[in-house]
């Protein structure tokens, strides 16, 4: 049986775990993150916590064949250095991967975490079997992974898959990257909740109260309350996934995929975004590509860092 080694690195945690060749995980652990040591203490933390796992697997060693480094912010996964990372600057310029070979005496290999989500998916979840798979991540931010002929398509700088900032509306909402009407303001987290508490500062009814947590209106709450017949925020999730399909389609006319795989916290509202998506796709885009296209829920939850890290080291030493 061969194995790999998955490390999901966050600005407050590293979760290490290790897969089978069938995408199960066989171990997996979590530790903190220590921002205010240097780059080369903090690559060193993680190759230890690797280690800690590795050895508590009581897999052989040789059977361990490579690690995978999901990781946010800008990288180059050619040479494995993390060129900007926001929330731990102290390995801005690190080469991360080559540190991790050097310490722990495996390949290692490192990309955007949003990239090895969608590997996960296309090796052991939603995309299993396919060959051309595109992966959404709606959360907090919109992130995007594309899979083309089996293999990650990264583009000449490495920034390929930046969906979230697709212009949806030339004169629409201003984004932080400097644009105006990118997807990511409509469907992430914050659009969703800004669309919904416009209505219901109007005093349109909502049933939401109830489900609130810590009187926070979240995407969750939304979900819960649309679930439970709340007209409001079905209306609301109705138009989050219209807006959706409408960039799904354009998607689908250019890269014509086998399926396009949703994931992140705002996926878990499923149908009652997914169904709207699916029909303003179908209606928008070319009928033989729509034809050929599912469009579904990402499968590997919460493990998705883990698997999907792993298999970027599945995917490198194939």
Do not use: W
């Not at 912010?73 to 050097?102: F, H, M, R, S």
């Not at 899979?147 to 030339?170: D, Q």
């Not at 994931?263 to 169904?275: F, H, K, R």
């Not at 033989?288 to 296209?293: E, H, S, T």
């Amino acid at each position: 049986m061969k194995y790999y080694v998955g490390i999901d690195f966050g600005g407050t945690g590293i979760k290490v775990g290790i897969i089978d060749e069938n995408g199960k995980i066989v171990i997996k652990d979590s530790f903190v993150t220590d921002p205010s040591k240097n780059g080369d203490e903090i690559v060193k933390h993680i190759a230890e916590c690797t280690q800690k796992v590795m050895d508590d697997s009581k897999l052989p060693q040789d059977d361990i064949l490579g690690i995978g480094v999901g990781c946010p912010g800008l990288l180059n996964p050619e040479t494995g250095q993390l060129k900007v990372v926001v929330n731990i600057p102290n390995l801005n310029g690190v080469y991360i991967a080559k540190g991790l070979t050097d310490i722990l005496g495996k390949p290692a290999f490192l990309d955007n975490d949003v990239n090895t989500m969608s590997l996960g998916e296309f090796y052991y979840g939603a995309g299993k079997g396919l060959k051309h798979v595109i992966a959404l991540t709606l959360g907090t931010g919109v992130g995007g992974g594309i899979i083309l002929n089996g293999e990650l398509y990264r583009g000449a700088s490495f920034t390929a898959g930046e969906l979230g900032h697709v212009s949806i509306a030339r004169d629409g909402k201003y984004c932080p990257c400097g644009n105006s009407g990118c997807l990511e303001r409509y469907v992430g987290r914050d659009g969703i909740i800004e669309n919904f508490m416009i209505s219901k500062n109007k005093g349109v009814e909502t049933s939401i109260d109830k489900y609130l947590e810590d009187g926070e209106v979240t995407p969750k709450a939304i979900a819960m309350a649309a679930g439970d017949g709340d007209a409001l925020s079905i209306r609301v999730l109705e138009e989050t996934g219209k807006i959706l399909g409408s960039v799904l389609a354009t998607l689908v006319n250019a890269l014509n995929p086998q399926a396009i795989i949703i994931g992140g916290g705002v996926s878990n509202a499923g149908e009652l975004i997914l169904g709207p998506a699916r029909i303003e796709m179908m209606k928008l885009a070319y009928s033989i590509p729509a034809n050929d296209v599912v469009l579904v829920k990402a499968k590997l939850g919460n493990d998705a860092g883990l698997v999907g890290s792993a298999s970027l080291a599945v995917a490198n030493l194939k």
